[in-house]
């Protein structure tokens, strides 16, 4: 409970000097927690991996927290507020991205169940986005859910992500790339090889986009070492996100749910 409330006050005084600039919620009565706390409190759960709110909620029994707060009430209110997390994680990744002019795109699949549960599963099922039946050559294995897209510099700092159907070619991604970073170097794997998509970034916002050759290809080039060491560091943040993060453990039954859940998990990686 200490590390939890020790965590939480160091959290929430880098917040509040941060992200003061953001607005809160318009709401008829002010509530006891402001949203930058109930923000606050969410990614000190994310980051000490309590990704149960019945644990929480065990961690802050009998302290002012409690007395802030109900559990229902929580819920809630950290479901409306995905528009206000998202710009305090992209005012955050932003403080990281003035120093770097380097990023790395990668996806990982996000299972929701088991391929044999899939067809009676009614997980997202009313969601316009839908998952689907995919393949994750990485781990040469099929899997029924989502993928996870996205975008972190040198450092292991995301910048951008986003969610797709299992079954959606990663090159697709660049699209969002395009509009969201300009005048940079992007390294990726051989799953964004495209001439094609490799000029359109060029022309469209002077981001070169680098990626080792396939073997069968017309003037073979050996990839850069240096450039494979980098892009080795958004496969470590990922790996991140799974074993400390959990975001192979899904309890989300929405698509945006599945946003919250991960939002903060990205910077604090």
């Known amino acids: 409970m200490n590390n939890l409330i020790q965590n939480y006050k160091i959290i929430l ?5 941060i992200c003061n600039d953001i607005e809160p919620t318009k709401q008829i009565r002010v509530p006891k927690l402001s949203d930058l706390e109930l923000a606050a409190l ?11 709110e019945l644990q929480l909620f065990r961690y802050i029994s009998g302290i002012d927290l409690e007395k802030k707060i109900e559990r229902s009430v929580y819920n809630r209110r950290k479901r409306k507020l995905f528009p206000y997390i998202e710009k305090i994680r992209e005012n955050l990744s932003s403080k990281f991205s003035e120093f770097t002019d380097v990023f790395i795109v990668d996806s990982t ?8 549960r899939a067809n009676r599963s009614s997980i997202c099922s009313t969601e316009q986005i839908r998952p689907s039946f995919g393949y994750c050559a990485a781990q040469k294995t099929r899997y029924f ?21 299992a079954n959606v070619h990663d090159i697709n991604y660049l699209n969002d790339v395009r509009e969201n970073f300009k005048n940079c170097l992007l390294i990726g794997d051989r799953g964004y090889i495209s001439k094609e998509f490799q000029v359109d970034l060029f022309n469209y916002s002077n981001i070169k986009l680098s990626l080792p050759m396939r073997k069968n290809q017309h003037g073979f080039v050996e990839f850069s070492k240096t450039k494979a060491k980098i892009r ?19 309890f989300a039954k929405t698509v945006m749910w599945s946003k919250i859940v991960g939002v903060f998990a990205k910077n604090n990686s």
């Not at 969410?42 to 149960?52: D, G």
């Not at 560091?233 to 899904?250: D, K």
């Open 232 to 250: 080795k560091r958004i496969e470590t943040a990922i790996s991140q996100l799974t074993g400390q993060f959990l975001i192979n453990i899904n």
């Open 145 to 165: 859910g989502y993928k996870l897209h996205a975008v972190c510099d040198k450092n292991g700092v995301f910048h951008s992500f986003d969610f797709s159907p």
């Open 109 to 116: 699949p996000i299972e929701i169940c088991k391929i044999n």
């Open 42 to 52: 969410n990614i000190t759960a994310e980051y000490m991996s309590i990704n149960s």
């Open 13 to 17: 005084k880098e917040l509040t000097s």
